[in-house]
């Protein structure tokens, strides 16, 4: 749902991300979730011959990639997939040298996000592009005046998981802090040409059906992941959000919206 509700948006990045590469291009898609952004790639590619390479720990959502970007990619792309995990060295030898390794919201998993970044320095082919999507701005996509309980629960969501992921990332064995942010991280992994750029994620309401699903999927994440986090009062609000025989349910609303942005951070391999 979040893949189909991006789609649009992402594919600007997706073909800036292509330009400058050459003809035929090697693309790693590291932590490739269920493909969406390859799928992009695979669409967007000017010439055929390009190799899509997908890696992820997680085998059905590898498997998933596969399928889908094997169909976008049809004569014009090899497509194939790497079940592995992005913090093992042995990467290196898994994976060909490649002109641009895209990783997206994987980075923030891996107990030591620099070490796992100096990896994915050491995939690109020397003029080769790095680029991961990590951090950007929250979406947005309630009113915050519900018509139940007390006004202003999506930004109490947002704070519990806020802390949640805190303490997600601290109860990761080997957790290593990085209190820099990513473009010094991708100077570090020795990527010069450091850049960044934004992409604006904008529907408003009542926009596609699809949304109104993806928002009864988040709230209902963040509910849970925010748990005693919230008051008893707003866990209530949630239950009764949640539930599709209650009058309140975020599934029937025709105001919910989505906004929101991606960061993209790049660097080149010298
Ligand atoms: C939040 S999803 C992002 C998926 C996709 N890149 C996107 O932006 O929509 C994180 C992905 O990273 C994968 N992942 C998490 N830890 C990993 C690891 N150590 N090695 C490889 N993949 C990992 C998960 O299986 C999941 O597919």
């Known amino acids: 749902m979040a893949e189909a509700l991006d789609a649009e948006p992402t594919r600007v990045a997706a073909r800036r991300l292509l330009e400058g590469l050459p003809e035929a291009p090697t693309i ?106 990590e951090g950007g701005l929250d979406f947005n996509c309630l009113p915050w005046d519900l018509g139940i309980g007390r006004p202003g629960l999506e930004e109490r969501l947002l704070a519990a998981r806020g802390e949640w992921f805190a303490e997600m990332r601290a109860g990761i064995p080997g957790s290593v802090s990085m209190p820099y942010g990513w473009n010094i991280a991708l100077q570090q992994a020795g990527l010069g040409d450091i850049d960044s750029f934004g992409v604006l994620i ?17 709230v209902s994440w963040f509910a849970d992941v925010a748990g005693d986090r919230l008051t008893a009062g707003d866990r209530e609000t949630a239950a009764a959000l949640l539930d599709p025989a209650n009058p309140a349910f975020l599934g029937a609303r025709q105001d919910l919206f989505l906004l929101g942005a991606k960061t993209i951070h790049c660097g080149r391999r010298p």
């Not at 669409?43 to 992820?56: F, M, N, P, S, T």
């Not at 309401?205 to 993806?214: I, Q, S």
Request: negative net charge.
């Open 202 to 218: 904008h529907h408003p309401a009542p926009g596609p059906d699809v949304l109104r699903e993806f928002v009864v999927e988040r």
């Open 28 to 133: 790693l898609d590291v932590g490739c979730g269920a493909g969406g952004m390859s799928v992009l790639f695979a669409e967007e590619l000017a010439a055929a011959g390009a190799r899509i390479v997908l890696v992820d720990a997680t085998e059905h959502l590898l498997a998933e990639a596969r399928r889908v970007v094997g169909a976008a990619a049809g004569d014009k792309a090899t497509v194939e997939t790497v079940h592995a995990d992005v913090a093992d060295t042995r990467l290196l030898d898994m994976l060909p040298p490649a002109d641009l390794v895209w990783a997206s919201r994987v980075l923030h998993h891996l107990p030591d996000q620099q070490a796992a970044l100096d990896i994915l320095a050491r995939l690109a082919r020397p003029g080769g592009l790095v680029a991961i999507s």
